[in-house]
T-cell receptor, first 111, second 109 residues
């Protein structure tokens, strides 16, 4: 499968902890986007990277950070986790402004 | 402000009935609009984009700038159309997508 991949599929952790979500874009895509999907807020854009550089920021909390590595995979770091951070986190990739292809998501549960 | 509104959380129809999923947007300038679909336990997939004006799986959507709408339509719903549908707008910077809260379409026989 040469599509967007995300690991892990599920993550269960406790409040106050820190987790790292990983995303591998489609082959050839330089842009990676992170979105958060929750029941009350819907699907919200968090942050975008293009070829290793941060390009756009959305509703991303200061406790969250991301980076894109030279091999173009990206990681989203969530720290000091709160119950309200429980959500599905999607990664998407695209060529610069093309169609965004979404990964299967990581379901984060904070207990 | 850039915003996408999908007023219906849930739309239930019978198989063979027409479907219209509503989407309204707020945007300065020429918007770039999309419909994404998420079937149960699957990833989001692009269904339509307004610039291509194509019909996918029998769905069409027309951009109405006067009414700032981009409603998704299908003349005859099928059970396999049951899914969550998201309307999205590319943001002013041309980078990310702004999504509506989604409408769950339920088609029953």
């Amino acid at each position: 499968d040469s599509g967007v991949t995300q690991t892990p599929k599920h993550l269960i952790t406790a409040t106050g902890q820190r987790v790292t979500l990983r995303c591998s874009p489609r082959s050839g895509d330089l842009s990676v986007y992170w979105y958060q999907q929750s029941l009350d807020q819907g699907l919200q854009f968090l942050i975008q990277y293009y070829n290793g550089e941060e390009r756009a920021k959305g509703n991303i909390l200061e406790r969250f950070s991301a980076q894109q590595f030279p091999d173009l995979h990206s990681e989203l770091n969530l720290s000091s986790l709160e119950l309200g951070d429980s959500a599905l986190y999607f990664c998407a990739s695209s060529p610069w402004r093309g169609e965004q292809f979404f990964g299967p998501g990581t379901r984060l549960t904070v207990l | 402000a850039q915003r996408v509104t999908q007023p219906e959380k849930l739309l239930s129809v019978f198989k063979g009935a027409p479907v219209e999923l509503k989407c309204n947007y707020s945007y300065s300038g020429s918007p770039e609009l999309f419909w994404y679909v998420q079937y149960s336990r699957q990833r989001l997939q692009l269904l339509l984009r307004h610039i291509s004006r194509e019909s996918i799986k029998g769905f069409t959507a027309d951009l109405n700038k006067g009414e700032t709408s981009f409603h998704l339509k299908k003349p005859f719903a099928q059970e396999e159309d049951s899914a969550m549908y998201y309307c999205a707008l590319r943001n002013q910077a041309g980078t990310a997508l702004i999504f509506g809260k989604g409408t769950t379409l339920s088609v029953s026989s």
